[in-house]
């Protein structure tokens, strides 16, 4: 190899193994090896917003406008379906869970939710106090 290149593979990778990337935002991270455990996040609190929150493009799995810091999803239980089920929502006055939600990978429709969608927080995020950490114009599809 030439020597350029060899030297050009140091030079990143002194850049990428600082903790800091080349525009200036620190890794979230933070300036640690990659050899040590890296710090637990820290914990923000999570909002309600009023109303459901604008999709930013049509197939989106919408976000989540209410806390969730109570609710459990493991073996036994998924708190989410209290609310979001075909039997509860009504009463709930929540939006049922898409019918989408109850389609196996093979096209069948079942009456519980597919295991495919049982970890409803994989893709439905909720809210917290943040700011981007790149100031961006995006915005999103209406
Ligand atoms: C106590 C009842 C309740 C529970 C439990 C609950 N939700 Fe909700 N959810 C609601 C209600 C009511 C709304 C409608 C907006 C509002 O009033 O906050 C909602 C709104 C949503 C929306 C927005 C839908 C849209 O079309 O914009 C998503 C996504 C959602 N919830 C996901 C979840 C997930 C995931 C969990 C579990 C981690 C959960 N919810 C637990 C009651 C609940
Ligand atoms: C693999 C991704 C994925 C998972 C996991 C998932 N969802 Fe969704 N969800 C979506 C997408 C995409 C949509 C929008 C289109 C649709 O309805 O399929 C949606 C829509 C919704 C809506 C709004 C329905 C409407 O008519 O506005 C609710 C409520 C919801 N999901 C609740 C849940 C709950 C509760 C769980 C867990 C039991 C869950 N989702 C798991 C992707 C997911």
Do not use: W
């Amino acid at each position: 190899m030439k020597k350029s290149i060899i030297t050009l593979m140091v030079v990143l990778a002194t850049i990428v193994f600082s903790g800091t990337a080349v525009s200036g935002v620190e890794f979230l991270r933070g300036d640690q090896a990659l050899t040590e455990d890296s710090k637990a996040p820290e914990k923000k609190k999570q909002m309600i917003v009023k109303g459901n929150i604008d999709r930013s493009y049509k197939i989106q799995p919408p976000m989540i406008p209410h806390k969730i810091d109570k609710e459990q999803i493991n073996m036994k239980v998924n708190t989410c379906m209290k609310c979001h089920s075909e039997k509860t929502y009504k009463e709930k006055k929540a939006p049922k869970a898409g019918d989408s939600h109850y389609v196996t990978r093979d096209g069948k429709v079942q009456e519980t939710v597919s295991s495919r969608r049982y970890f409803c927080n994989q893709c439905h995020a909720p809210q917290v106090e943040a700011k981007p950490l790149v100031e961006n114009t995006f915005v999103g599809a209406k």
